[in-house]
């Protein structure tokens, strides 16, 4: 065993490799993207790593390889688990051979997702078992347990982690290489009364399922990361605490302070380790659960109560003695438990009104497209083509999410990858005098809009795509997909042509344009928002993040009539306001261009002075 200091989920990716995890699939997304990004730097020669084209291809690819005996992880945050969800709900009927692992991280916040939704829900509706970390060493020490408890049972398992035990870090225990697992798979065994799914077979197995559970829980009560702490507390003996992942480090933190209560700590949300939960009842007359997202603990702490005929109260999120919503924290936690226990923090290091007054207030800092973004060209040039016309701009998951934002004010829908698509032939369907746009990235173009083209071209739509194809997955942390030409194993492979797909689809307007020329991307709109039928246009140039630039433009404020259209208009921060004077700030700008193009006086151009 050595120390080293982690991230979370570079922890969560150490404890699989330690493991012996032979395959990992997935697809980017925050705050998941590190465990495989993590596996793919460290893994052993012969573990294959993989960014799949989306959620629903990783778990099939998983299940094949678990199939054939291997250990395998696939990765993801919570929503795509919902893209996951077919082959996952049927998987759970089949079971594993090798142990599978399914890391989902969940978004309290959200920081960076369109929902809260809560895994361990789903782990319940999809009767699979949740291992819930709370710390960055129980993260590493859990993912092993998983893997043995699926091996075990034959079936995948939810590691479910949260933002602030993905991003956070600490100095954990490892082992060394010596001590890493070595699984070798048997390989893949016919059997179609196994591995072909029936009526008749699910029906087996879903009793199966429900006594392996019933099995599950009185295991789990026994999981020595299911605790529990202070039952015999002289401080608060009536009074006691539940929770689970990160929140037991904040309540553990509070207590310290307000003093001892009995608490149970749950690692395994599902099934739910309902001996252990009656012991710690025992004796209570009230409880109250501390816990994100959703009141899991808590509805399970009541059944419970009903089911065993316990008169204890269980107060939390239903109650509105937990906040409902978003992240937790210490803070809050404190206030929390300060309220239900009747203590005051024997610390308590409040500022003062006036101290509060003299703080000035943290500056808002709103996402924004990168300066030299090529997605600004795209939304400038669809802007302004379509200007004085009925329009609908239907957006996507991505860094153009961001062209919502004013002057660009370009995304009127966002709802799921690939959604816009949809989204833009229903509205022509209803309102056919509307010219609809879907904007899509590259990535999400693979990972989810085909299926949506094909939909718009059998059903005769009128709708124009605009792909947005910067080479790369950007906003997640520049991976590669299918048309980057390399895949995560560091093999160069031949590129999937976007323009290609469309065009085998049945599209016959697709063209190819430089969003950073100005002129012929705004006449390429023009003509495509003329014809009828579907069509694209694929806005073509690299992410500012991955191929850097020359040197920033500068004002010539002779020339400069101070009209400021480049910042009303594009709204790029490296232009910036000083002295009541337009300048570009050097060392935001890339030399994009853009606004040069739009100046009224010419203005602008050339490079910035040394």
Same mark, same amino acid.
């Not at 004796?283 to 816990?291: I, P, Q, S």
């Not at 895949?487 to 065009?503: A, C």
């Given at each position: 065993?050595?120390?080293?200091?982690?991230?979370?989920?570079?922890? %969560?990716?150490?404890? *699989?490799?330690?493991?012996?995890?032979? #395959?990992?699939?997935?697809?980017?997304?925050?705050?998941?993207?590190?465990?495989?990004?993590?596996?793919?730097?460290?893994?052993?020669?012969?573990?294959?790593?993989?960014?799949?084209?989306?959620?629903?291809?990783?778990?099939?690819?998983?299940?094949?390889?678990?199939?054939?005996?291997?250990?395998?992880?696939?990765?993801?945050?919570?929503?795509?688990?919902?893209?996951? !969800?077919?082959?996952?709900?049927?998987?759970?009927?089949?079971?594993?051979?090798? $142990?599978?692992?399914?890391?989902?991280?969940?978004?309290?916040?959200?920081?960076?997702?369109?929902?809260?939704?809560?895994?361990?829900?789903?782990?319940?509706?999809?009767?699979?078992?949740?291992?819930?970390?709370?710390?960055?060493?129980?993260?590493?020490?859990?993912?092993?347990?998983?893997?043995?408890?699926?091996?075990?049972?034959?079936?995948?398992?939810?590691?479910?982690?949260?933002?602030?035990?993905?991003?956070?870090?600490?100095?954990?225990?490892?082992?060394?290489?010596?001590?890493?697992?070595?699984?070798?798979?048997?390989?893949?065994?016919?059997?179609?009364?196994?591995?072909?799914?029936?009526?008749?077979?699910?029906?087996? !197995?879903?009793?199966?399922?429900?006594?392996?559970?019933?099995?599950?829980?009185?295991?789990?009560?026994?999981?020595?990361?299911?605790?529990?702490?202070?039952?015999?507390?002289?401080?608060?003996?009536?009074?006691?605490?539940?929770?689970?992942?990160?929140?037991?480090?904040?309540?553990?933190?509070?207590?310290?302070?307000?003093?001892?209560?009995?608490?149970?700590?749950?690692?395994?949300?599902?099934?739910?380790?309902?001996?252990? !939960?009656?012991?710690?009842?025992?004796?209570?007359?009230?409880?109250?659960?501390?816990?994100?997202?959703?009141?899991?603990?808590?509805?399970?702490?009541?059944?419970? &109560?009903?089911?065993?005929?316990?008169?204890?109260?269980?107060?939390?999120?239903?109650?509105?003695?937990?906040?409902?919503?978003?992240?937790?924290?210490?803070?809050?936690?404190?206030?929390?438990?300060?309220?239900?226990?009747?203590?005051?923090?024997?610390?308590?290091?409040?500022?003062?009104?006036?101290?509060?007054?003299?703080?000035?207030?943290?500056?808002?800092?709103?996402?924004?497209? &990168?300066? $030299?973004?090529?997605?600004?060209?795209?939304?400038?040039?669809?802007?302004?083509?379509?200007?004085?016309?009925?329009?609908?701009? &239907?957006?996507?998951?991505? &860094?153009?999410?961001? $062209?919502?934002?004013?002057?660009?004010?370009?995304?009127?829908?966002?709802?799921?990858?690939?959604?816009?698509?949809?989204?833009?032939?229903?509205?022509?369907?209803?309102?056919?005098?509307?010219?609809?746009?879907?904007?899509?990235?590259?990535?999400?173009?693979? *990972?989810?809009?085909?299926?949506?083209?094909?939909?718009?071209?059998?059903?005769?739509?009128?709708?124009? #795509?605009?792909?947005?194809?910067?080479?790369?997955? *950007?906003?997640?942390?520049?991976?590669?997909?299918?048309?980057?030409?390399?895949?995560?194993?560091?093999?160069?492979?031949?590129?999937?042509?976007?323009?290609?797909?469309?065009?085998?689809?049945?599209?016959?307007?697709?063209?190819?344009?430089?969003?950073?020329?100005?002129?012929?991307?705004?006449?390429?709109?023009?003509?495509?928002?003329?014809?009828?039928?579907?069509?694209?246009? %694929?806005?073509?140039?690299?992410?500012?993040?991955?191929?850097?630039?020359?040197?920033?433009?500068?004002?010539?404020?002779?020339?400069?009539?101070?009209?400021?259209?480049?910042?009303?208009?594009?709204?790029?921060?490296?232009?910036?306001?000083?002295?009541?004077?337009?300048?570009?700030?050097?060392?935001?700008?890339?030399?994009?261009?853009?606004?040069?193009?739009?100046?009224?006086?010419?203005? %602008?151009?050339?490079?910035?002075?040394?």
């Amino acid at each position: 065993m050595h120390q080293e200091f982690l991230m979370g989920n570079e922890a %969560i990716a150490m404890g *699989a490799i330690a493991a012996g995890v032979n #395959l990992v699939a997935g697809y980017p997304g925050t705050p998941s993207t590190e465990v495989l990004e993590t596996i793919a730097k460290r893994r052993p020669e012969d573990t294959y790593v993989e960014w799949s084209i989306n959620e629903k291809v990783a778990m099939e690819v998983g299940a094949g390889a678990a199939y054939a005996g291997a250990r395998v992880m696939v990765t993801m945050k919570q929503v795509g688990l919902n893209v996951a !969800a077919d082959p996952l709900m049927s998987l759970e009927y089949i079971g594993v051979k090798g $142990g599978m692992v399914v890391l989902v991280a969940d978004d309290p916040g959200p920081i960076s997702s369109q929902t809260e939704q809560d895994t361990r829900h789903f782990s319940r509706f999809s009767k699979l078992p949740c291992f819930d970390p709370s710390t960055v060493q129980e993260a590493y020490e859990m993912v092993q347990d998983a893997f043995e408890y699926s091996e075990k049972y034959k079936t995948p398992v939810f590691l479910r982690s949260t933002t602030i035990v993905s991003h956070g870090y600490a100095a954990i225990e490892v082992q060394d290489e010596t001590e890493y697992k070595t699984n070798k798979s048997e390989g893949f065994i016919k059997d179609t009364k196994k591995w072909v799914i029936f009526p008749k077979l699910s029906y087996q !197995a879903h009793i199966n399922i429900e006594a392996r559970n019933v099995k599950l829980a009185g295991e789990f009560s026994s999981y020595s990361k299911n605790m529990l702490l202070d039952k015999d507390s002289k401080v608060f003996p009536k009074k006691g605490i539940a929770t689970g992942g990160f929140n037991y480090t904040y309540v553990t933190e509070a207590l310290k302070e307000l003093g001892k209560a009995p608490l149970l700590k749950v690692s395994t949300p599902h099934p739910f380790p309902e001996e252990l !939960a009656v012991k710690f009842l025992t004796g209570l007359d009230e409880v109250l659960c501390v816990e994100e997202l959703d009141p899991v603990i808590e509805r399970e702490l009541i059944y419970i &109560c009903g089911k065993y005929q316990l008169p204890v109260k269980i107060y939390g999120k239903l109650t509105l003695d937990v906040k409902n919503s978003g992240e937790n924290s210490l803070d809050s936690v404190m206030d929390n438990l300060a309220k239900f226990l009747g203590a005051v923090p024997a610390k308590k290091a409040a500022i003062s009104e006036a101290e509060q007054d003299e703080m000035p207030e943290l500056p808002v800092r709103p996402p924004v497209l &990168c300066a $030299g973004c090529p997605h600004r060209g795209a939304f400038y040039a669809v802007k302004q083509a379509m200007k004085g016309k009925k329009t609908i701009f &239907c957006g996507d998951i991505g &860094c153009y999410t961001m $062209g919502n934002a004013m002057p660009l004010d370009m995304v009127d829908t966002c709802l799921c990858m690939g959604a816009g698509l949809g989204i833009a032939q229903g509205v022509n369907h209803i309102e056919p005098d509307t010219s609809c746009f879907a904007f899509v990235g590259d990535s999400t173009f693979f *990972a989810a809009s085909i299926t949506g083209v094909i939909n718009a071209v059998y059903n005769q739509a009128n709708m124009t #795509l605009i792909v947005l194809d910067n080479s790369t997955t *950007a906003m997640t942390g520049h991976q590669p997909h299918p048309g980057t030409g390399r895949t995560m194993m560091g093999d160069v492979v031949n590129k999937v042509s976007i323009e290609g797909i469309l065009k085998g689809i049945g599209l016959e307007f697709v063209e190819t344009v430089n969003p950073l020329d100005h002129k012929a991307s705004v006449d390429a709109v023009k003509r495509a928002a003329a014809l009828p039928g579907v069509k694209a246009i %694929i806005f073509k140039s690299p992410c500012i993040a991955i191929v850097k630039s020359g040197k920033s433009l500068s004002i010539n404020q002779d020339k400069c009539i101070n009209c400021r259209k480049c910042i009303r208009e594009i709204g790029c921060p490296g232009l910036v306001i000083r002295n009541d004077r337009v300048i570009i700030d050097d060392s935001l700008c890339t030399g994009c261009g853009l606004c040069s193009q739009i100046c009224p006086v010419e203005a %602008i151009g050339g490079e910035a002075d040394e």
